[in-house]
């Protein structure tokens, strides 16, 4: 029995453009689970993870809506709540998908907190966009009204930004460990996991702040010894000089490869930055391959050809 972590991308779920209800999110939920099924075949237990980013914007944004009306919920509720929900969404959708497929395996999701620096520098100085793009007057005003801190865009709109620290640990890693021994599979770090710090007394305490989930899915897989890291995005492969005349799709780079590129510029930090950076990580706490690609392509071609293989 070989260990994967599968991370799908909150976009694959709520692709742009498109009207974010629970119909679709069900509908591409479903999609997206030809991949699971094709790892099992092949004798893998996958642990799978999620983005959340447009959903935990939803989720703020109806909380500063009905802020007069109801208690409004901090940034870390959110994305616990997303985590649970979307976990339900992706786990009721897989025992259905795995039923039809006569394939008899337990399924859970856990709500996963993960420990981060409360002195990481990100905490200072936050960049991590979430929510709407509002005007300047508004965005001040509900800066004021919740305690946001917010930064202008380019097009004369501000958003608000939080920090999105550096996963230190999986708190209940050991617990996805035994499931996945036992054959189980686990929904585990959603939305990148609920950032939690430790106080001077060594308790757990919650931070509003976002956890980018392939850097956590990345940790997680080195702390439960997964071999293999499957990251899904909206591009089939990763490529060099990203959207210009001069694009070069990249459909293998070795560790090495991916660091100098990463040094030269090429993966933006909004971007394919975070994935990157993941995979390396990953690769170097002891995994042995990574799969970058979209959900199309890896249905494709469940041996992942399709996308960028990275390996030591």
């Given at each position: 029995m070989r260990k994967a972590v599968v991370a799908l991308g909150g976009n694959a779920i709520s692709p742009p453009g498109e009207v974010d209800s629970i119909h679709n999110q069900f509908k591409h939920t479903r999609e997206s689970l030809g991949s699971i099924v094709d790892l099992l075949k092949q004798d893998i237990v996958p642990v799978i993870t999620h983005g959340n980013g447009p959903q935990v914007g939803n989720a703020a944004l109806r909380t500063e809506e009905l802020a007069d009306s109801i208690p409004y919920l901090p940034l870390g509720i959110n994305v616990a709540d997303t985590e649970g929900g979307m976990g339900y969404m992706i786990e009721q959708s897989l025992i259905n998908r795995l039923r039809k497929d006569g394939i008899k395996r337990q399924v859970v999701t856990l709500i996963s907190q993960v420990l981060v620096d409360q002195h990481d520098p990100s905490i200072e100085n936050p960049t991590k966009?979430?929510?709407?793009?509002?005007?300047e007057a508004e965005a001040h005003k509900k800066a004021e009204q919740f305690g946001w801190t917010i930064k202008p865009l380019a097009d004369g709109t501000w958003r608000r930004v939080v920090p999105s620290p550096e996963p230190i640990d999986i708190i209940?890693?050991?617990?996805?460990s035994q499931l996945i021994e036992h054959g189980h599979i686990v929904i585990a770090v959603g939305g990148g996991g609920v950032p939690a710090f430790r106080d001077i007394s060594g308790n757990l305490e919650g931070l509003d702040a976002v956890i980018d989930k392939d850097k956590a899915s990345a940790l997680l897989g080195n702390q439960i010894g997964a071999?293999?890291?499957?990251?899904?995005?909206?591009?089939?492969?990763?490529?060099?000089?990203?959207?210009t005349e001069d694009e070069v799709l990249l459909p293998s780079l070795t560790l090495s490869e991916a660091k100098a590129y990463m040094a030269e510029g090429h993966?933006?930090?909004?971007?394919?930055g975070p994935k990157i950076e993941?995979?390396?990580k990953f690769l170097e706490g002891g995994g042995e391959q990574v799969i970058i690609t979209s959900i199309e392509g890896i249905m494709q071609d469940a041996s992942g050809k399709r996308g960028t293989i990275i390996t030591k």
């Open positions: 966009y979430i929510g709407t793009a509002l005007p209940n890693s050991q617990v996805v071999e293999l890291l499957y990251i899904f995005t909206n591009v089939e492969q990763v490529a060099l000089n990203f959207g993966f933006p930090p909004g971007n394919m993941a995979s390396i």
